[in-house]
């Protein structure tokens, strides 16, 4: 559970404060799988970063499965899987997925316990001995998802993770996210700047606007839970599609364009 | 792919090295004529091309004299010989090789330093690079008389000077590359609450590599140069540096270029064996494929 009351964020640069997010206020629950989406600059990825304890909020509260963010990422409670794979080359996938283990000291049968489990879920077996280098881009992003899932953190913070993908890789990871999901039960927050990716994963959509970075509205999907790519073409998707359309266009009027 | 590269730069080479060759013997002639006219009367001009070429003390040796002189002094002394080049070479390599371990562990530490404390990032590195303004054959004599005031003799006064040359370029170097994970890959430690310890072990260490054999390469041929120099001032009697200067006091030019060549051969080996342990290593940890 993720609770974001009233936070504000500025950035002190040389041309003047930023205000990265203001006000912002934000209900996550237990298993929801929320989107934030909106044009750059509009403070998705630093309230994430937020969540995640890796900015300071200038101003309001955060907590994280009811602790401060410090503590939650101290006591381990979330993964974070960052838009580039961020795998070691000199590391393989089993190498890389182990990373974060040795970090948190497990033992090493734990470890491979615990790297044979994510490898079966994020579907790379047969992978374990390859070196980053081997792999598409995709298989790379999902080792990068599967070392966020090593530690069993019940909460999962991506930023952007198919952002670099082409939209084919893109629609199949989309489908093994939302199966991963369903499997693990985890809360995800995810980044994104594609409409249609938003809308197909999350049970909730929330559509940010820059300068400054603020939460123009939040819309609780109708979607039913299982979900295959066709229903992509039905009239509850292309309405909710719509409305998140119609949320960035407001944010945008804002700035007299 | 491999034998491609060699064979396509093998002949390039040779084609110089045979230019460089022919300007040389060329060169010999005038150079040596006026001593071969003293020496010798009415020789024909083929024999007194072939004299330039084959004097005693010239002003310039022909490759050939320094060649059989190589082979004479390498293979045909003993090697605990003060004739012995390999005896010389020896003494050179130990302090190069003394001043290189402990310039590259003062250029890894200071990088550490500046990389992990703003004090050392703000303070150190002008100093770094002031310290390589200076000249070393300046610098070089004080050492060894300092060090001799207090009764440090022998290999250790030429192990300093060897690190004062080699340390520079592993700081630069360490500097860069403990510096070159990007912000995503420290971001994503500081996810994972890793110690700074952890960070340097598993994320800047391992990154750095790359820069460090790049710097080691230059570092081990500062440290010849650093090891040779420390001969000169020090009246030392053995070494490739006191050969040398050895040579020019009694105008032995063959001796002087042999040592000359025997250095340069030094400096050549030990790059190549660093680049074969980069090679070796950075092949085995998939940064080079």
Not at chain 2, 61 to 85: A, C, D, G, M
Not at chain 2, 136 to 152: D, E, F, H, R
Request: net charge positive; with cysteine.
């Amino acid at each position: 559970m993720i609770s974001v009351e009233n936070v504000d964020l500025t950035f002190e640069t040389n041309d003047g404060p930023v205000h990265a997010l203001k006000e912002v206020s934000l209900e996550v629950k237990e298993g929801d799988f929320v989107s934030f989406i909106g044009p750059s600059g509009c403070g998705k990825t630093t309230l994430l970063r937020v969540i995640a304890a890796l900015e300071i909020p200038t101003k309001g509260n955060v907590s994280v499965n009811n602790m401060p963010p410090d503590d939650a990422r101290k006591a381990r409670e979330y993964g974070y899987v960052f838009q580039a794979a961020g795998l070691y080359p000199w590391r393989t996938v089993s190498g890389n997925i182990k990373l974060p283990l040795e970090i948190m000291g497990y033992s090493s049968k734990e470890k491979e316990e615990r790297t044979k489990k994510v490898i079966e879920l994020v579907e790379l077996k047969g992978f374990e001995k390859k070196f980053p280098w081997q792999l598409s881009g995709g298989m790379q992003q999902r080792a990068s998802i599967a070392r966020a899932l090593a530690f069993d953190a019940n909460i999962l913070l991506m930023d952007e993770p198919f952002g670099a993908l082409d939209e084919i890789v893109r629609d199949r990871l989309n489908g093994e996210l939302l199966k991963l999901w369903e499997r693990t039960g985890k809360t995800i927050c995810f980044v994104t700047h594609s409409i249609p990716e938003a809308v197909y994963l999350s049970t909730k959509i929330v559509v940010m606007s820059p300068r400054p970075g603020r939460i123009t509205d939040v819309i609780e999907s109708p979607l039913p839970k299982e979900r295959t790519l066709e229903i992509r073409d039905s009239k509850e998707f292309i309405q909710i599609a719509q409305r998140v359309r119609e949320g960035l266009k407001s944010g945008h009027l804002d700035e007299d364009l | 792919m491999k034998k491609l590269i060699i064979n396509n730069s093998i002949l390039p080479i040779l084609t110089i090295l045979l230019f460089i060759v022919i300007v040389w013997y060329l060169s010999a002639i005038p150079m040596n004529s006026e001593k071969v006219t003293r020496q010798f009367k009415n020789l024909s001009f083929t024999e007194h091309v072939e004299k330039t070429w084959n004097l005693k003390k010239p002003k310039l040796p022909t490759p050939h004299q320094i060649v059989n002189e190589i082979i004479n002094t390498t293979f045909y002394k003993k090697i605990s010989s003060k004739r012995s080049l390999v005896y010389h070479g020896w003494i050179t390599l130990k302090a190069t090789l003394a001043g290189f371990i402990l310039g590259t562990f003062l250029g890894i530490i200071l990088a550490l330093g500046i990389v992990h404390n703003r004090a050392m990032d703000l303070s150190v590195m002008p100093w770094v690079i002031a310290s390589q303004t200076i000249p070393i054959l300046a610098i070089a004599p004080m050492i060894i008389v300092v060090m001799n005031s207090v009764g440090v003799t022998g290999l250790l006064p030429k192990a300093i000077i060897s690190m004062y040359l080699s340390f520079f370029p592993v700081v630069v170097g360490m500097v860069k590359g403990l510096r070159s994970p990007d912000q995503m890959q420290i971001d994503q430690m500081r996810t994972w609450s890793a110690s700074p310890n952890q960070l340097l072990w598993r994320l800047r260490f391992p990154s750095s590599l790359p820069y460090l054999f790049a710097s080691l390469k230059v570092g081990i041929a500062a440290s010849l140069i650093g090891a040779i120099v420390g001969e000169l001032p020090s009246g030392a009697i053995s070494g490739l540096g006191a050969r040398m200067l050895a040579g020019t006091y009694y105008g032995q030019t063959v001796m002087i270029w042999s040592a000359l060549f025997a250095a340069a051969f030094l400096a050549a080996s030990l790059v190549f064996f660093i680049s074969f342990i980069q090679n070796y290593t950075l092949r085995k940890m998939a940064i080079l494929r």
